[in-house]
Structures are given as C-alpha cells and as structure tokens.
C-alpha cells in the first residue's frame, strides 16, 4: 500500500473496524451494531403500545438517546474513516444510516410528527449490511441467484394476475350488492386479490348464489395459478444447483474498499474491481 | 411487394403504424394505446367509487368522451387500413375492440344499464394486445406451453376436487346446522371449496365438534391436494427447459399480415404463413 | 368364445351395452348415465335450498321418481347381465349402485329421514365408474401412481403435522383465554389446524400478545411446512415421468369381465386376469 | 455376552421389552405404551372440555391414576433394567419421561395448578419413541436428511420474511387506523405475517384504501415468497432421491444399548457404536 496516499494510521483501523468483519475488533463493533439496530427497532415497536409507553415513556426516551448518540458517532466514523466521504454519503447504506440517525433530532423540531416512526424504522434496513454475516453461510446469494434467473417470468406472471384480479373484481363487482362489502371496483379487486393469493379474510364475503358461484371459480383458480411461481422458483433452483457446480465458491469477501466503499470483492481480491484502490 | 395487389401508400403506412411495433411510428402508437386503455379502465374503476364520482362526474365523463372519441377513431383505422376487413372485425380482438368504444354510444339509449360497466371491463382484454411487448422477453409464451402441456393432468385434478367437494359439501350440510351458515347443499359446498383451497373467509365456520373434526380432515386434505397442480406443473416446466435448449428462439416478430391479419410470424417471415401475402 | 359356457345372445348385449363403452350404444348408455347422475346429484342440491324445494317440490319429486326409476331398471339390468351376480353386488360399485338407488324407496318407510341426503349424494360416486372415459386421457392414472408412490412419505408427514397441531393446541390453550375462543383443548388444536394449513377463518383467533406471538410462529411454520408435500409429490411426478418411458402405454380397455365383472384389462387381453373368462 | 458383566437374567429380558421391539413381548410393549400414550393424551383434551368434565369428572380422575401409574411403574423398570440409569435420566427421553408422569403427584402440592396441563400435553412428545415403529418403513428419516440440508437456505429465507414483515408491519401502522384493529406496531406485524402466509383471519383487516392497495402488494409478496421455501424442499428432495442410491439401506434396528441407551445402531452391529458395549 506504500505507493498509494494512505490514510494516517488511525483512519486505518477505524475503516478496518467499521467497514470490515475480518479483524476481532471488526467482529466485535458489527455484533454491537446488530444488537444495537435490533434494540432501537424493539424500543419503536414498544414506543406504539400506549400501556408500555405510559408507564415506561421516560426509560424509552433515554434509551432513544443512547442510541442515537451511538449512530450519530457511527456515522461520523464512517465519514472520516473513508476516502471518497460523498461516495459513501449518498451510496444506498450512507442515506439509510443518514435516515436512521436523524428522527430524535428532528422530533424536536417537528414535534409530535408521525412520519418519524416510518423513519426510525428505516434502521431494520441497516440489518441488511449485516447479512455480510449471513453471506458467510453462503446461501444468501444463491437463493438471490435463482430470484433474479426468474424475475422475467415472475414479472409477466404478476402482470396476467392483475389482469385477471382487475376483470374478475368487475365481474364481482356487477355482480355483488353494496351490503357484501362490494361497494366500489376498486374494493372488489381488492376481495379479488384476497381471495385469488387465499388469504381470505372475510371482511368482503359473497352472499349471492351467483357470487358465491363465481367466487368459488376464482378459489380454484387461483390454487391453480399458486403453482405457476413455485414451479418457476423450483426449475430455476434446480438448474442453479446443478450449473455452478464448478463456480460455486461464493466470495465471502466482506472487506469494502477504503477508497469508494463498494463491497463484493472477490475473495482473492487485491485492488478494488470498481476503482483499483488496494484493499 | 410489387407483384401484388398492393394498398395506397397512406393505408401502407398506416398499417404499419397500427398493426405492427417495428417501426418507430408503430411504437408510438401502442405505447399511446396501453396508456389510453389503462386510464380508460381508472376511469371505469373511478367512477364507481360514490364519493369520487359526486365530486368529479363530470370531469370523468369529460375523460370518457376522449377515450371514446380515440377508440372510435382507431376502430375505423383498422377497418380501413387492412385488405380484409371482416376478417379482422369477427376476430377475437376485433370483436373485444368493438365492444370496448360502444358503452359511451349505448348509455345513451340503454340509460342507467349497469351492464354497461362490464362492457367497459372488456377493454382491459386489449391489454393483451400490448402483450406483443411481453413477448420480447420471451418468457410468456414460454410459462403458455407450459401450462398447455400439463392441461389434461390440470383437468382431472380439478374434476377430482370437484366431487370431493359436493361429497364432502353434503356431509357437512348433514353434520352441521343452520345457524352456523351451512343453510342448503350449495351454500355448504361452496364453505368446502372456501375451505379446500386454503381461502377460509370464516363467514361460514362449524360449530359442532363433529363439524369441526370434520373441517379439519378437509383442510389437511387440502393441504396436500395443493401439492399436486404445483407437482405437476413444475414437472413441466423442467421437461420444457431440456426439451427446447434447440428451439429456444421465441419468435418475437411483432408484424400482422396486412391481408389476413394473423400474427406470430417467424423472425425471418417474408409471407403470411396463412394466406400468403407478402409481409 | 365357443368353447365356453356363453350368454345367451340378448345377455350379452346388455352386458356389452352397459359395463363397456367400446360400442356406439355403450358410449350412449355411459353418457345418459352420468346426465343422470349429475341431474340426481343437483336435485338433492336442489332440494335442500329452502326456496326452491318450496316453489317447485312436487316437480322435483317427479324427477326423482324417474331418475330412481331408471337406476332400479339398471341396477336390475345390471345383475342379469352378469354371469356372478353375488360378486356385483357386493362388489363396491355393486354397493355404491344399490345404496344409490333405495333412497325414494326407504323414504316412505323411514319417513323425514336426513340420512337419506347422504345416500343420496352417495350418487356422486357412481360418477367414478364413468371415469373410465377420463382415462382415455392416461393423465389420471399416472397422477394416481405417483400419489400412490409418495404415499408413506405423505404419512409421515401427517402423523408429524397432527403430533404438531395437538402440542400447539394445548400450549395455545393454556396461553389464550376462553373469551378468544379457546374454549377447550380440541377446539385449541382445531385452531391450530386452521392455521398450520393457513385457511384461517378467523372464527377464533388470539388476543394477547403472546398468544399472538405464538400464532406467528405457528403459522410461518406451516408455510415452511406446506413445502414438504408439494416437494415430495414434485419429485415423485419427475420420477414418474422419466422411469416409465418404456411402459408408458396406460391401459385404456374399457370391458369388464362377463364373469365377475372386474375391470383394468390390458388392451391386448383376450381373458380376464382375474377369473380366466375369455373377454 | 458371556465375556462381558451381563446383567442379571430378569434385567435383560425387562431391557429387551422394553427398549427393543424386535421380541414380541417387546413389541407388544411398545403398542401397549402407543395405546396408553394417545389414550392419556385424550385424557387431557377431555378433561378441557368444561360439560365433559363436569360430567364424567371421577371417571376421568381415576383413568388418569391408570395412567399415572403404569408410567410410574415403565419409568421405574426403565431405569432398574439400564446398566448406567443416570445416563438414562438425564437424556432427553429419560426427562420427558419423567416430566410425563409426575403431574398427577404434583397437583397435590400445587393444587389447581394450569401448567400441569402443559406437563401433560409433554406426554405427546413419548410418542416420539415410538417413532422406532415408523422408521420400518424407511420414509421418515428421508425426509429429516432433505430438511436438514435445507435448513441453512429455509434460515436465511425466514431471516428476509421476518425483516420484510417488521418494515411492512410499520408501514401498515402508520397507514391504518386504530379502529382498523392496528392499535400498534407488533400487532401491525402479526397482521402482516397474518396476510403474508396468507392465513387471513380477518380479525384486523384493512379498511383505507392506501391500506387496502398496501395490503394487497403484501399478499401478491407473500404468494410469490411461498415459492421459495417449496422450491428449496423439493430440489433437496430430488437430490436426495439421486444421491443416495447406493447408500438407501435405512437402518431400522430397533435396539438401545444396553450399556447408554442410544438408539440408531447399524442393522449389522453386535457392539454400541457410543460405548463398545454387546448388543
């Protein structure tokens, strides 16, 4: 790394730590971050459950703060510990940690707003630097594989499904009274759709002969439709297993370059694949 | 194309423009169609909302006449622009696209018909049309023989689920009372479908506990019978995967012969392959 | 035939008039069976809707009468056309024919009967013996191989379900109170069907917090679980589809030995496999 | 055996009956102890049933001492006929063992204690031993080998619903009202899961028509993600099934060491795998 300008040695370890699970140190910091995301995701779900929140709102409000000073200091590490800081800023996991440091603060100014719940609940997303964890196990990445091999044919399958939830909703629609729940098209794709994937809530019920019929019709149907994406999923995850015999070393590379921050590198990897840093 | 019969000029081009999406022109053209059809079936879904249809009604009916005006506008174009004309109006498309201009037209004389709604509904099957973009990606027609190739085994298995269903909608009617919902045969075939499929509104549910055991049987029943639509068209899917690695060209020749109307033509296609015009 | 003891020429007509469908008039005879029995499987559904069996009782009576009618002359029919009575009648067609057909008669002596309904949907069965002309297709009976082979899989896994359902139910017992519904143990573990098989009716479900907590695990369990037997039906079909290549000629013989009346002849038979008896 | 310190000759044959079942006193241990199982496993849902109990209290009071005391009796000679009984003890069936038979004692001391019920559902789990029975037929630990080798996919799969459903869950709460049955966000989340696994209650349902549009995307989700877990399963199967051709000999040897205790010795074995003893 002599030849390139490196970091002063501090910054070094600090990206060491923060970008990377390979060190102790690493290991250590993303298990607190874990265990931090997931506390701050329980204290908004308790935060909505007025008994809890009457009783216990000051402990909650207190370890809000903790929380937030602990992602507001996170943050600032991972500003300075990197080269390229606006790379990072306005990558997907910059905004989302930017996203989940901010309500507290913001609390104060617009007071009393419900949008900042969504906000703070934004940081679940963060789990998801974590799966670099997961990765290990190797699985993740090939259930993604098969996923994306069969996006195509999900995609149209969803299209004749919405087809298909918009005509049948009509139908019902024309044939249903107010007084079943059918009172508008809109609310008739929505029973469509209920009844279509069997959720079947019954908040919405067929109470003609005729509907009751017609209803029946869309059940079996869509029990038939249900084993279009399986099949789709199955192939796809046959063919995958069988073709990257050969390929299937999965790089568990969790090192993300010091200079523009991009991850996935390959496990041999050197320099960076995005702009030829050396990791 | 010298050698035959050719159309004017205008009508050539015209025919392109509407039939086929090879040229630019062409594009355009079926990008405005799917946009128009898909406001055109808002517009249907809006007016039945009560609350939306009091504020704007006549905002809405502003809308229609547009779309009504388009679609007329396009129907004639059609007409025109093929040799064949009535081949092309007692087509299946030609027939959907003659239903879908005239509600606006017959609300005038048949008014207040709520059967008119339906007919608007019909111009969602235009949709389909458009399909020919899907087809690019090759996928659709792919999931088409598919499900084409397990019919037969699709057919008996919903004729099995049928009889289960009256032998089992009887047992329940005779098992359960009144009160509970299951008030004729029908009524109680239809919970047992509702039930068979994994809908389960719960509008009808047993009361008894030889109705509930009963029930139960028929879920786990259910359970595994969904199991066999998904068995087999997996099954297919994966032949269809092997069999085809040569064949594997999807056609994706968007051209409509401008004789006969046909389309599906192969990619190197320069007559009809049904009355054998040139292309 | 010579050599055997034979009919007597109008015996063997009949006999080849109704348990064959190989000539014109047995494919008539097969087809006016199952109108009828369809036509008396939806008079019982008729008549159990309160308002028709109201408006139109005398007429439906007449119906039955004929429809009885006709079974008895065939029920008759078919005991004289055969050379072993004894073993048609307590064959289990034999059974399904003559339970079919008493209803009417046993009516007027067990006045007011319910039972009589499900003799009556009993009916329904008789329609399998017309599946005969299903398997022309040869797709039933290779769905039935291949259930039949995963068979003792599928039982495992029942047994591992119901184990499953009954552990849960009783925890959820303990856990709900009987206000939600969970009144006792068995309608604890009908709850637990109801979701494990993600039906769902919603007539009882949990209302404190960790009752619910429980709920969702329970159900996201039996969504991991419905894979079990779509998979092991899924592979089964697969198998079934590659062994069977060589012996895939399903047998579509429709002939039932003149002597004891089985059926399921190989095409090529000259003798029935069961009795000797030349065909 | 002679070379080793056998047991005393009662010991053995007690041990013989009753940790083996290849003896027929041994397997009619075995059913006799399925029978008493089940039979105080129906004690337990019996006595839930407020009108059964009430009537038939005393009767069902002294079954229970049957019961109880037979089991005491089993737990005794289990451990007399074992060479090292606090192996025995202490093993996972020597605690459900005990935790089966002790609840009749205890609600002496803890009068009208609820959690004894519990105790006693934990007698379903001996069943489990009985399994040995179902092994014969060689399916059930197929399908445990299929599921083990999914299991670190089906994590990572239920670690994405999870995830998916707390930010779904959140967003719902935001949208809905507390009318709606959203009253906070874990209930929220119980909802989602609710819809996603398509089960469906209806007990909270949407009511705004963001919340019903939101709902609907929820269910389209859920019915594509239910693909996954049955694509993983089957592919595992059908590996399974290809794999281990060679290797299919399942071993159903039905012997415990009479030294340890373990179970599972090859069907070929004369010494334990775990401790050398003879077998």
Not at 24 to 31: A, H
Not at 127 to 133: D, N, V, W
Not at 134 to 149: M, R, W
Not at 234 to 254: A, I, Q
Request: charged share 20%; aromatic share 12%.
């Amino acid at each position: 790394m002599k030849e390139h300008k490196v970091h002063s040695g501090w910054k070094n370890t600090l990206h060491e730590i923060i970008y990377e699970a390979d060190t102790p140190l690493g290991k250590i910091f993303d298990i607190t971050l874990f265990v931090l995301i997931i506390l701050s995701v329980l204290l908004v779900m308790l935060e909505s459950v007025d008994e809890i929140d009457e009783k216990y709102h000051s402990s909650l409000l207190v370890l809000e703060w903790v929380i937030t000073g602990f992602f507001t200091l996170e943050y600032i590490a991972r500003i300075i510990s990197i080269r390229k800081p606006w790379k990072y800023i306005f990558s997907f996991f910059g905004i989302i940690d930017f996203i989940s440091t901010i309500p507290l603060y913001l609390s104060y100014i617009l007071a009393g707003s419900q949008v900042l719940i969504a906000f703070r609940a934004f940081r679940l997303l963060r789990i998801f630097r974590i799966l670099k964890l997961v990765k290990y196990i190797g699985e993740a990445s090939q259930l993604q594989s098969a996923l994306k091999a069969s996006r195509a044919k999900i995609g149209v399958f969803i299209y004749v499904v919405l087809i298909l939830s918009v005509i049948m909703g009509t139908v019902m629609y024309l044939i249903e009274s107010d007084e079943a729940g059918f009172t508008s098209i809109p609310r008739s794709i929505y029973w469509t759709i209920v009844t279509l994937t069997t959720v079947g809530y019954g908040d919405i019920a067929p109470e003609t002969n005729l509907g009751q019929f017609f209803a029946t019709v869309i059940m079996i149907l869509g029990y038939g439709i249900i084993a279009v994406p399986t099949g789709i999923v199955t192939v796809e995850f046959s063919k995958f297993g069988k073709e990257k015999k050969g390929d299937n070393l999965v790089h568990t590379n969790t090192q993300a370059c010091p200079g523009c921050g991009v991850e996935g590198h390959r496990d041999d990897a050197t320099h960076c694949y995005n702009c030829g840093e050396p990791l």
